[in-house]
């Protein structure tokens, strides 16, 4: 997103219109504000009332320069306080409300209302699902949530929407019970309902929305225990990152896809494909602890831990927060593979200490309790 959207001339009208900000979540600084915002995936979206800094609208995901055009207007407006139109309107502000309050079961009732409610056509439609499907996702509602992408796939078919509606309802899918009456055929027709919203020319969604799809019809196969599948996907998915980072612009235009390719490539135990790209990243973006830190984790499927450990050294001093505890958990393995345990129970340790400190917001008790568990483990065994 900022990257490639907030950097389009098609926005700089709004900039009178809204105070822009960015809250690095990583920042301790933050933390409250991140627990106040019910933050709980990247990236999201907020437009806050600055009369009582309630949330007036909030969206998970990507955008295109279209979709945040949309979804500014629709912020304007209910940020205004005009008494809805209608029913379908009163619906949909009350889901936004309670949306940004956190009170994710309120909220998905009333995002439900409202697409009951809405007519044929009506603009805020995909936003709604979307914002539906995200909640039944979190509720652990799989079978509602594969209810509501079937629903919704007719009606949003074409737009940039239908790659999220369809992808969700694939990883619904994959998400029910494996004696499920109906999960197979479930799994099939949103698989193929994904690819189809993979086939050219596409629908003008982001690249990152797309590159999410391949992941999940990776899981799909391997679900289904086509491991030959899953590696054709996996080579599409990379084939098709490597042409977006091809076309990019800007270094961190490239960088944007450094992540997802590093997947795309360990998924095919191909590791080594990414080691120029991130090297290229590293030199361009010096101040950026990504690169390094996804280098540590190259370096070490390749079993080449010394080069992992000098990458490791190259990040730690860079990275804060929750992703401090993340970088710790891969140097941790590094040692490990050098049979040092020693070390290697030192940086679990380390990780420990560090998510143990974290304040409220961005402290994760899952997180804090399997690294006791695996201290609690046995030592580590060398990877290779």
């Not at 105070?19 to 920042?27: A, R, T």
Request: net charge negative; aromatic share 4%.
């Amino acid at each position: 997103m900022r990257a490639f959207v907030f950097t389009d001339s098609a926005l700089t009208s709004r900039a009178g219109q809204f105070v822009w900000l960015e809250l690095n979540v990583d920042d301790e600084r933050n933390a409250a504000h991140r627990e106040r915002l019910s933050l709980e995936a990247l990236p999201t979206f907020y437009v806050v009332n600055p009369a009582d800094e309630s949330v007036v609208m909030r969206r998970v995901d990507g955008m295109t320069v279209a979709e945040m055009g949309s979804f500014l207007d629709e912020a304007r407006t209910a940020a205004t306080g005009t008494t809805p139109s209608s029913p379908v309107e009163a619906a949909l502000a009350r889901a936004d409300r309670l949306n940004g309050e956190g009170k994710k079961a309120d909220a998905a009732a009333a995002y439900r209302e409202a697409l009951e409610r809405a007519p044929g056509g009506w603009p805020p439609y995909g936003r709604a699902v979307g914002a539906l499907l995200f909640l039944q996702q979190s509720l652990g509602e799989n079978r509602a949530c594969l209810a509501l992408a079937r629903e919704a796939l007719p009606r949003v078919l074409g737009s940039p929407t239908s790659v999220m509606v369809a992808r969700t309802g694939l990883d619904c899918a994959v998400e029910l019970k494996k004696d499920e009456a109906g999960r197979a055929a479930a799994i099939q027709e949103m698989e193929a309902a994904t690819r189809k919203t993979l086939a050219p020319p596409g629908v003008g969604a982001a690249a990152d929305d797309v590159s999410s799809s391949y992941l999940s019809l990776i899981d799909a196969r391997k679900d289904a225990g086509d491991s030959a599948g899953a590696t054709k996907d996996a080579e599409a998915w990379a084939a098709f990152l490597e042409a977006q980072a091809g076309a990019a612009r800007t270094p961190e235009q490239r960088a944007v896809f450094d992540s997802h390719r590093l997947s795309a490539y360990l998924e095919l135990k191909q590791p080594e494909r990414a080691i120029p790209m991130l090297q290229e990243s590293e030199k361009d973006l010096p101040d950026d602890y990504n690169p390094p830190a996804r280098l540590a984790v190259a370096y070490l499927e390749m079993k080449k831990a010394d080069e992992a450990l000098a990458a490791s050294n190259r990040a730690l001093p860079k990275v804060a927060g929750p992703r401090r505890v993340r970088v710790l958990q891969t140097r941790s393995d590094i040692f490990a593979a050098k049979g040092d345990s020693a070390a290697s129970r030192e940086a679990l340790e380390q990780a420990l200490a560090c998510a143990e400190s974290l304040p409220p917001g961005q402290r994760s008790e899952g997180q804090i309790k399997a690294l006791r568990k695996k201290l609690e483990g046995p030592p580590a065994e060398p990877k290779g």
